[in-house]
């Protein structure tokens, strides 16, 4: 690879495999090589090599302009080795550090209004999920979540598009597993002690989606509902906490105890049982999985779900209240 016009050729190499190259082609800026006996290679998005410059070179820091994503859902990695390797669904985000960081380091992704809707910092990667298969995607194992580097040297982060998940204890934390952004601009801001850079990029629609009749503001649509159902979520996962922390306490009264262990019984489902009915923090993460199950405009059903829910949600809310406020325990 060569910056200067052919005055001096470096290597590029990377994980390739010595062997003759048949043929070389940049196709939808992605290189991709032919081998011989070694099948294809590609290298994703060399967007990065076409923007280095002897200033970016030669920065402390420097922020990349990344390409337009498209919103796509699959899983990347095969099930054995020998399984062809997917570039991550998401959006590219790369980077450069060429000395030391000094102070805090921190990406953000904000959308067009500017408002944040996810905060990455080094080591703040989680175990991997598991197998599954996204809509017109492979089936394969998800990678695990893209780490944000502060070592010196090029760095690449792929955000999912996804949005912070809901909070509650079978979720773990806010951090993964929300809803796909919906297409439109957004911006990458990193930060690194007192610098710091802003690119604004683009999510496109599955243009295959797009063929089927699917419009942006149907996806923009699916994300507010979705949106709506992960906060029923957190809502409904806050609430049974509340429960079991009042049922927790040693000084409850039988009569709250009772109606303590009904409210409980109503959000969660029962654990010792073969067929259980799911209860309503189940049914909000059904409802969730269904609604974004796939690249389209909530159906009737949805909202009718969605506000059944909600009210369930809130009457066990008003009970919970009741019975605390009554045994002066809220």
């Known amino acids: 690879v060569l910056f200067d016009g052919g005055g001096r050729w470096q290597p590029f190499q990377q994980n390739l495999p010595i062997t003759p190259i048949t043929d070389i082609k940049v196709h939808r800026q992605d290189l991709v090589l032919s081998t011989m006996g070694r099948s294809f290679w590609i290298l994703d998005n060399v967007t990065p090599l076409h923007q280095m410059t002897a200033t970016v070179a030669g920065a402390r820091y420097h922020l990349f302009q990344p390409r337009t994503a498209y919103r796509m859902q699959y899983g990347s990695s095969g099930r054995s080795p020998s399984d062809p390797e997917y570039p991550p669904p998401g959006v590219m985000i790369d980077y450069v550090i060429s000395g030391s960081v000094g102070g805090t380091m921190r990406l953000e992704i904000l959308d067009r209004s500017g408002s944040v809707i996810r905060t990455f910092v080094p080591d703040s990667a989680r175990p991997a999920e598991g197998a599954g298969q996204g809509m017109r995607g492979p089936f394969g194992a998800r990678r695990p979540p893209a780490r944000l580097e502060r070592a010196v040297g090029m760095h690449r982060f792929v955000w999912d598009m996804r949005y912070p998940g809901p909070l509650g204890p079978r979720t773990g934390n806010a951090d993964r597993g929300g809803p796909v952004a919906a297409p439109g601009q957004y911006q990458a801001r990193l930060t690194i002690g007192d610098w710091s850079a802003a690119r604004t990029f683009e999510i496109a629609i599955d243009p295959r989606v797009a063929a089927d ?118």
């Open 213 to 330: 009749g699917v419009s942006e503001q149907d996806l923009v649509e699916q994300l507010r509902v979705a949106l709506e159902v992960r906060d029923l979520m957190s809502e409904a996962a806050a609430t049974l906490s509340r429960v079991r922390t009042a049922l927790s306490a040693a000084d409850v009264s039988a009569g709250t105890r009772e109606t303590l262990r009904a409210l409980d019984a109503e959000l969660a489902t029962a654990a010792d049982m073969a067929y259980p009915q799911p209860m309503l923090v189940d049914q909000i993460r059904y409802l969730s999985g269904m609604l974004s199950r796939a690249d389209q405009a909530p159906g009737g059903e949805a909202y009718q779900r969605l506000a059944e829910l909600s009210v369930w949600h809130a009457r066990i809310v008003t009970r919970l209240d009741a019975a605390l406020g009554a045994a002066g325990e809220r």
